[in-house]
């Protein structure tokens, strides 16, 4: 089974969010399963040194209405995968990964269209193309309208976070003669956006996880959409993602003061007084740390947070917040920390090292987001014995088990997106880690919970195997 991975980004040759971590790793575990994947990422001038002096494995002509553009295409070997890097001046004149929007949709249906074209060239024809988010949806209307050749070729579309459609992308589909979309449940404003363009025409959709397959087919989450979803119930699937455990492993992990397991616990209480003391707090064994590490946007909850930590003036706590984003939201942050000085130290950052430290030396992680496909923290959270807090919504309800007393639960839900709702999550989690006993089983239970990529792969590979039975039923025109 030959699967073509198409992503905007993937680890580790480029990673701007969540996608990277997916298109990088997922592949090598659906390898593990038995599928051959070809991963195929825009060569953007960031990764021009990975092929600089070497001729392009395939050239193929990507043909648009003001005339052909060449599309080069190189394969490199990362980590042990063939990945596919398209180029081409729609690339090379645009600095950075996201940008203009035009300018985006431009490119990245170039890239889309240019790594089809290049499977023949390359001499590896696919029987699945699985799509990630909007960036790479153009490809399964090309599928569709190109003339025979991928009649017998399944199509998967992932979308990994619906409200970004790719706005302002209509021009560039028609400038590359990719149809609009004609569906009578998808709203006239949708026809014209490479995301919803590429579910139309998807013969699966797929989310990041089960909850978040459900919530968007409802108006609280569908963006407009919910009809359409709905009425692609039976081909709209969640699948869960999942992590790396050899990336993310406390007893190899070299970024942290001391390496640790779930049969050596005990340490890890060693890397929340190198924390502590990092980050200039004071270092209370038995005051609880809580953090979050997050990009600093209205989704992710940063408001709710700070708005229910000030609900809990009497609780005695520590709080370290890492990250970036929208600037009225860091100097809400900033200042909150300042008000809280020897409680709170706000890192206005990217920091992978840190954030390592952080998972493994903080006793709880906050995860308050409004909506949340998947989220990787919670799971690389409970693989470290940091006890996540999060709303119970998309797949933060599907990976973190409530606590209960009795020795069940992984971590604490809230319900409701509001800092009234967190605060009394947060006083219970305080209440239990009070109890050195249960507090050590919540730990326990997270960390031994198999949140790694091999059920994502076996449950993908399920899906192609029915993706590519139906698309061969249709093009003999019996299904």
């Known amino acids: 089974?030959?699967?073509?991975?198409?992503?905007?980004?993937?680890?580790?040759?480029?990673?701007?969010?969540?996608?990277?971590d997916v298109a990088g790793e997922l592949p090598r575990a659906l390898v593990r399963v038995g599928v051959e994947v070809q991963l195929a990422i825009p060569r953007y001038p960031a990764l021009a040194a990975q092929v600089a002096g070497r001729r392009p494995d395939a050239q193929v002509e990507v043909h648009r209405r003001a005339g052909p553009q060449t599309a080069q295409v190189h394969a490199v070997e990362v980590d042990g995968a063939r990945v596919w890097l398209v180029g081409g001046e729609p690339l090379d004149s645009v600095p950075g990964v996201y940008g203009d929007p035009a300018q985006d949709a431009a490119k990245f249906t170039f890239f889309a269209l240019g790594a089809l074209q290049a499977c023949r060239a390359m001499g590896w024809e696919p029987d699945v193309v699985h799509a990630h988010d909007w960036h790479a949806a153009p490809a399964m209307a090309w599928m569709r309208t190109a003339a025979g050749a991928w009649d017998t070729v399944a199509s998967v579309l992932t979308v990994h976070n619906l409200p970004y459609m790719g706005a302002g992308g209509g021009e560039a589909l028609g400038e590359y003669g990719l149809a609009l979309a004609d569906h009578p449940l998808l709203p006239e404003w949708a026809r014209t956006l490479p995301l919803p363009l590429g579910m139309a025409n998807?013969?699966?959709?797929?989310?990041?996880?089960?909850?978040?397959?459900?919530?968007?087919?409802?108006?609280?989450?569908?963006?407009?959409?919910?009809?359409?979803?709905?009425?692609?119930?039976?081909?709209?699937?969640?699948?869960?993602?999942?992590?790396?455990?050899?990336?993310?492993?406390?007893?190899?992990?070299?970024?942290?003061?001391?390496?640790?397991?779930?049969?050596?616990?005990?340490?890890?209480?060693l890397n929340k007084a190198a924390l502590q003391a990092e980050l200039g707090l004071p270092e209370q064994a038995r005051t609880p740390l809580l953090a979050m590490v997050t990009r600093l946007d209205v989704q992710k909850g940063v408001d709710l947070a700070l708005e229910a930590l000030a609900r809990l003036p009497d609780q005695g706590w520590q709080m370290v917040l890492l990250g970036t984003g929208d600037a009225g939201l860091e100097d809400r942050a900033q200042a909150f920390a300042a008000g809280r000085q020897g409680r709170m130290v706000f890192v206005p950052r990217f920091d992978p090292a840190l954030s390592r430290r952080i998972y493994a030396g903080a006793d709880m992680i906050l995860v308050p987001s409004r909506y949340e496909p998947c989220g990787l923290v919670q799971l690389i959270a409970l693989r470290y014995g940091a006890v996540p807090v999060v709303h119970a919504t998309g797949g933060l309800k599907d990976t973190v088990d409530p606590y209960q007393p009795g020795g069940k639960g992984t971590g604490f839900l809230f319900g409701s997106s509001?800092?009234?709702?967190?605060?009394?999550?947060?006083?219970?989690?305080?209440?239990?880690?009070?109890?050195?006993?249960?507090?050590?089983?919540?730990?326990?239970?997270?960390?031994?919970k198999d949140h790694s990529w091999s059920r994502s792969a076996q449950a993908y590979a399920q899906l192609y195997r029915e993706a590519m039975t139906l698309r061969r039923l249709a093009s003999t025109g019996i299904a």
């Open 1 to 20: 089974m030959k699967v073509l991975f198409l992503a905007a980004e993937a680890t580790p040759l480029i990673k701007i969010g969540g996608l990277a």
């Open 202 to 269: 998807a013969d699966w959709i797929t989310t990041v996880s089960p909850g978040y397959a459900a919530e968007i087919q409802t108006s609280a989450f569908g963006c407009g959409l919910e009809s359409y979803l709905a009425s692609r119930s039976s081909r709209l699937r969640g699948i869960l993602n999942g992590i790396d455990l050899d990336l993310w492993d406390p007893a190899l992990d070299p970024s942290l003061h001391t390496r640790y397991s779930l049969d050596t616990l005990d340490a890890r209480q």
């Open 418 to 448: 509001d800092p009234q709702a967190l605060a009394e999550s947060l006083r219970q989690a305080m209440a239990v880690y009070v109890d050195r006993r249960r507090w050590l089983g919540v730990q326990r239970r997270g960390m031994a």
